[in-house]
């Protein structure tokens, strides 16, 4: 390929030259892989970023023309994939709304919750501590863990009509 150069009237003349008789080609070409519509965009596409190029300089016009309708697609999927990987990731409103209100409303039950079954609650669920963790913490046995971790789990099932 060569630089950029800028359009007189020889080049436009030679632009309207290459489309009448390579568009066609190109348009049937890109059809297989997008379809109709979205071929016709990218033809032209095309030739607006060939505009720049002098046609003296074009060796193999197909292959040029066609070079630049690839990449015009590779990039088109490029971006529909950012989009798509940035869209992913973030819930919708009324989802992110949801949570919300579950945490709001989780947070008031333990609370809540007595202090004697709290403490052992937010120690393993939060805290990531296992039952005899939480017992030598406490200086209680494992027993005793395992029992107030029961009437915590029925404290936030009775509040939260599970």
Partial sequence: MTEAKQL???????????YRQYAPWLGR???????????ADVVQETYIRAAPYA???????????LRIAMNLLRDESRREARKN????????PEVEAAHQFDHVLLSQVI????????????LN?????????????????VKTVEWRM???????ASRLDL
């Fill in 29 to 39: 070409r890109l059809r297989a892989r997008v379809g109709p519509d979205a071929a």
């Fill in 150 to 156: 029961a009437r915590a789990i029925e404290y936030c």
């Fill in 55 to 65: 046609l003296a300089d074009i060796r193999h016009p197909k292959a040029f023309l």
């Fill in 125 to 141: 669920r939060f805290g990531g501590m296992t039952y005899p963790e939480i017992a030598l913490t406490l200086e209680i046995s």
């Fill in 85 to 92: 990987r940035e869209t992913e990731g973030a819930p919708s």
């Fill in 8 to 18: 007189g009237a020889d080049g436009r003349d030679g632009l309207n030259r290459l």
């Fill in 111 to 122: 609370r809540s919750m007595p202090p004697l079954y709290r403490n052992v609650f937010v």
